[in-house]
């Protein structure tokens, strides 16, 4: 999308509200897609007119979606299960989304786990699941797509590369220091790999919501923890899923010479 026309949206049912035509035109991959913001997101994006890779580990769940965004979009949708933090595998799927959709110049790295305890308390097994899966997987979605979005950019097209992020990159939750860590180093790791990549015409941000209603947290060993984040997602009107696909798709539909760089999702109240 690269003119300047002003887009408005209008709705969080699961796609009312995206102009048709939005993404004509463009190949997105979305990873941790079977649920959530990846979800809802691949909703957005297929109404928009964008062929989408859903990339998940819950082969029943990306079926599922697939055929809904058909029937719903008559969209180009390839449901593909890998776990990002499987390079080989992950390589073999970006070569079978070329071979399918074409080459993609829209990539939503959206697999992240948040699993929270005191320190004290912590399962070191728990830290080494989200470090493989928000940074290690998040590396290697943005390496093996790398070439992809660099070609779009030499051929004068949009290319996007957006990282979930969270707002717990800034903001102290006692309970979650590793998953606070992990999401630090996306926020760093985009910053530079804006530098290193805007340059070239790679479009790099970051989309950071906060006390978004997801599946996150759900299969939080930590029982205690685990009830404090419902208390803490009760207290507030919360935002959903669909809000922060709202915002994502937004952020990818501007003009080319723009970058939404950082874009942070919150609820209203929160200031």
Do not use: C
Request: charge should be negative; glycine fraction near 8%; avoid cysteine.
């Amino acid at each position: 999308m690269t003119d300047n026309t002003a887009h408005t949206f209008t709705s969080t049912s699961a796609a009312a509200g995206v102009p048709a035509g939005l993404l004509a035109g463009r190949v997105a991959v979305i990873t941790g897609a079977s649920a959530g913001i990846g979800a809802a997101t691949a909703h957005r994006f297929a109404a928009a007119g964008a062929a989408v890779a859903l990339l998940g580990r819950r082969a029943a769940l990306l079926d599922d979606l697939a055929a809904t965004l058909r029937e719903e979009h008559s969209a180009d949708v390839l449901a593909l299960a890998v776990d990002v933090t499987d390079t080989a595998a992950l390589t073999a799927a970006a070569s079978t989304i070329r071979a399918t959709l074409g080459r993609p110049d829209l990539v939503v790295a959206n697999a992240g786990v948040m699993l929270g305890a005191p320190f004290d308390e912590a399962d070191p097994a728990e830290w080494d699941r989200m470090i493989d899966v928000n940074i290690r997987g998040l590396l290697a979605t943005g390496q093996v797509f790398v070439a992809d979005l660099l070609a779009a950019a030499e051929a004068g097209r949009a290319a996007d590369l957006v990282n979930l992020g969270s707002i717990a990159a800034e903001v102290i939750f006692a309970d979650y220091p590793v998953y606070g860590a992990t999401k630090a180093a996306v926020t760093q790791l985009t910053r530079n790999l804006r530098a290193s990549l805007g340059p070239r015409g790679v479009r790099v941000r970051s989309v950071d919501p906060a006390f978004a209603v997801t599946e996150l947290g759900a299969d939080m060993a930590h029982e205690a923890t685990r009830a404090g984040l419902d208390e803490m997602r009760s207290a507030l009107t919360t935002i959903t899923a669909e809000d922060v696909a709202d915002a994502l798709t937004y952020s990818v539909a501007v003009p080319a010479r723009v970058n939404i760089a950082e874009l942070t999702v919150v609820p209203t109240e929160l200031g």
